[in-house]
């Protein structure tokens, strides 16, 4: 092998490829995160921070075993990140709450969980379905209108942006190289390394792990990998700081460490993460007031959208390239909630340089390729 | 610290953190709290700090009070009205109030 700048390039500096790059760099590894500049579609600084098990893994039961495993990790996580770098994540897991509205939304919560706990394999993560006496003993100001919720103890929270900031200082101490607006145009791989043509240069690694978000769509091709992605806008209401009074996450709504109430779980297919749908934040609020009604008359300080991370059928991608040995590629809608595995799990493997089948391989993209019956 | 120029519009009362005091018509609470000598009108929800009414123009959100009740208002841009239960604000805003 060539003696290249680094053993592993990781391409996309969010919360999947800093935390890939923290594992690595904890490995022994030199790394590079190639990251975008300022003006890049940063689903890392929009998301809404949950650390979430309840209803993953319908339709893919090892997701569910998969984000079990991150969810169990992330106290020491949190932990040692907190000890490398004396930030404090918050991250909590006090259990987590989806209210249902009505009796049909509570009879097809209860139904999607039935079929999730029904698959072959699942892990039993103890979701249950609680009525509303039940719900009030943990979240005493819920509205008349709530006739129950699921319950999922392993459900969390975190401050994501002190996340992201954390896994970036925690990378600089490790000698990990951060390099911002490099852009990667190219990568081909030539006597025994990946060279990587960015708006700044070549950069040279011995193994690259594609970790862009939606942009792996393009740069997965480049290596022999595929990366079928649907990407998606949500939009999120953001209110004013309150003392606290929420101690349990709720899918839709939750009260951060420093007293907001973050608000939101829309979808929509629009791509341009510049523009706002009114009607759906006028939704979000709505739902939000007749789940909890002290909110009615509390000030709205931000709204935001942002475009999700998400694959075709929502469940994570990690693959090794056939026709080019030592290329990776990660991909997921859950950055938050699967950060303990990517730098604790997958990096670990991509530094002894190839994905242990045993864990991941129900996540590579061959999925997609199931032949129609005919 | 500040003094009225003159004494002619009519006067009314409202209550300062239970305290009755004077204002006039067309007073904002700011001001009225600001004649009444009153230095914070809140404390910050981040470190506690006293903050008083600032641009007097509804930009800079200093004058943040709870009126009649309701929390977070902007004392510059409300008018006072005699009764008006006014009360300084301390860190984070209570929901519901």
């Known amino acids: 092998m060539a003696a290249s700048d680094y053993d592993v390039a990781v391409v996309g500096g969010g919360l999947v490829g800093a935390a890939t790059a923290w594992g690595l760099a904890r490995e022994g590894c030199r790394v590079a995160l190639l990251d975008e500049g300022d003006r890049a579609v940063r689903a890392s600084r929009g998301n809404f921070a949950l650390v979430w098990v309840q209803s993953k893994g319908l339709g893919l039961a090892a997701y569910a075993g998969w984000t079990v495993r991150s969810s169990n990790a992330w106290a020491d996580f949190a932990a040692t990140l907190k000890e490398e770098t004396g930030l404090d994540v918050c991250f909590q897991r006090p259990g987590g709450f989806h209210l249902a509205l009505s009796e049909r939304e509570l009879e097809a919560r209860a139904t999607t969980l039935k079929r999730l706990h029904n698959q072959p394999g699942i892990v039993d993560y103890k979701t249950e379905i609680l009525d509303h006496s039940q719900v009030a003993k943990m979240l005493p100001d819920i509205g008349r209108e709530v006739v129950g919720a699921s319950y999922c103890p392993l459900d969390g929270h975190v401050n994501s942006l002190r996340l992201f900031r954390t896994l970036h200082t925690a990378i600089h101490a490790r000698g990990v190289k951060y390099l911002p607006s490099h852009r990667v145009e190219n990568i081909v791989r030539e006597e025994g390394e990946f060279r990587l043509t960015t708006t700044q240069g070549e950069v040279r690694a011995g193994r690259v792990a594609l970790a862009a978000g939606n942009a792996n769509m393009r740069l997965a091709p480049m290596v022999g990998l595929e990366a079928p992605m649907k990407p998606e806008r949500g939009q999120i209401v953001v209110t004013e700081r309150l003392r606290p009074f929420l101690h349990h996450p709720v899918v839709t709504l939750r009260q951060t460490d420093e007293g907001t109430v973050m608000i939101g779980d829309s979808k929509e297919e629009s791509l341009d993460p510049t523009g706002l749908t009114l009607g759906v934040s006028a939704t979000e609020a709505e739902r939000a007031v007749r789940q909890f009604p002290l909110l009615a008359n509390v000030n709205v300080v931000r709204t935001w959208s942002a475009i999700r991370v998400m694959t075709q059928d929502g469940f994570p991608i990690y693959d090794e390239s056939e026709t080019h040995p030592g290329a990776f590629v990660l991909c997921c809608h859950s950055g938050v909630t699967l950060a303990a595995n990517h730098a604790l799990t997958v990096a670990p493997m991509i530094a002894r340089g190839a994905l242990d089948k045993t864990l991941v391989a129900p996540f590579s993209a061959r999925r997609f390729h199931v032949q129609e019956a005919g | ?97």
């Open chain 2, 1 to 97: 610290m500040f003094k009225r120029l003159g004494d002619t519009a009519d006067t009314l009362t409202i209550e300062i953190d239970g305290k009755s005091v004077r204002a006039r018509s067309g007073d904002t609470v700011a001001a009225a709290m600001l004649a009444n000598g009153i230095d914070h009108c809140r404390t910050t929800p981040v470190t506690g700090a006293p903050r008083a009414p600032y641009c007097l123009m509804g930009v800079c959100f200093e004058c943040l009070v709870m009126i009649d009740g309701v929390g977070s208002r902007q004392g510059c841009l409300v008018p006072v009205r005699d009764g008006m239960r006014v009360e300084t604000q301390q860190g984070k805003r209570e929901a519901g109030r």
